[in-house]
């Protein structure tokens, strides 16, 4: 399948002189690292890219070292190992690209599927931070018919090698793209249906994704999340079409200590829609874990 490329497709992406590639657990992943300060490791969701975070970037650079990888398959990471589409199979494939980089993150923030795979990673001890923040997580089952519908679903399309070209194809409507950002309750930018819809165009991408949603197992990680025991902030906006925001109520049920901070005004991608808000949730839940931060730039 037609795969990015970072000479065309990434010849203005955002970011990209912080952009590297390198060999990790047995594919090439791009990453990029930029920033002062502790590290902090931004994951991005399903069907995302490094591109989700360049907008809240300005507000933590100053603040973090940030390492901001492509998941497998996604955006310019090469295509993976099937296993590495799975949950476990990610959080182990993160935990090597960050071993690769010699680079152990104080903090881990992930967006939606994102906080999914830093939450396995601490519950596996493949990464230890000293805390996690999760931007509207995925971290529960669907209820209801939805739960019996999607994964099947999500693996009879992944199986079709057609269905990837499709939804490729279809993502040259850019309109087409801004329903289907609209659809998560965020409000978008001309730049993000730019971008998004770069990625959605590539055949390979949206396999990755659809992949990514096929394997993946939320019912198991539902049983561990009473084992976490990272201090967990639970970002969740109002205004999400995606997860529900009464998930992370539900989450923090489950997981002694954690806590919940509410966006009134936000969807789905708040980290890209309120990036100063999210900002300063993840600087004040470094603090209060004892990660000291330089002293921000005037």
């Not at 939805?146 to 490729?168: Q, V």
């Not at 087409?176 to 819809?197: F, K, M, N, Q």
């Not at 009473?226 to 992370?248: E, F, V, W």
């Not at 539900?250 to 901070?261: D, F, I, T």
Request: charged share 15%; proline share 8%.
């Amino acid at each position: 399948m037609n795969a990015m490329n970072f000479a065309t497709d990434g010849r203005d992406w955002p970011n990209r002189n912080a952009s590297r590639f390198i060999e990790a657990a047995g594919f090439q992943w791009h990453v990029q690292v930029f920033g002062q300060g502790p590290p902090l490791l931004l994951l991005h969701g399903t069907g995302a890219s490094t591109h989700s975070w360049r907008q809240i970037a300005p507000y933590l650079a100053d603040r973090f070292t940030l390492v901001i990888p492509d998941l497998p398959g996604h955006g310019f990471t090469s295509k993976p190992p099937a296993h590495a589409y799975t949950l476990p199979g990610m959080a182990m494939a993160v935990g090597q690209l960050m071993s690769s980089l010699g680079i152990a993150p104080n903090i881990v923030s992930g967006h939606s599927a994102g906080a999914a795979v830093a939450i396995r990673m601490s519950l596996d001890k493949i990464l230890t931070p000293q805390v996690i923040v999760s931007v509207n997580g995925a971290l529960l089952p669907f209820q209801g018919l939805a739960g019996h519908i999607f994964s099947p679903l999500a693996k009879l399309m992944c199986l079709n090698p057609f269905i990837p070209r499709l939804f490729a194809w279809r993502a040259l409507d850019r309109m087409a793209v801004d329903r289907l950002l609209a659809g998560t309750g965020s409000i978008t930018t001309p730049e993000d249906i730019e971008l998004y819809g770069r990625l959605f165009s590539s055949p390979s991408h949206c396999a990755a994704a659809l992949g990514m949603m096929a394997r993946w197992d939320l019912d198991t990680l539902a049983r561990d999340l009473p084992q976490l025991i990272t201090p967990l902030c639970l970002i969740a906006a109002a205004r999400d079409r995606a997860i529900p925001p009464s998930d992370a109520e539900r989450v923090r049920a489950l997981v002694k200590g954690s806590q919940v901070a509410t966006l009134p005004d936000a969807g789905h991608l708040a980290h890209e829609e309120k990036p100063a808000a999210v900002a300063d949730i993840i600087i004040a839940s470094a603090i209060k874990n004892g990660i000291t931060l330089p002293d921000a730039r005037l």
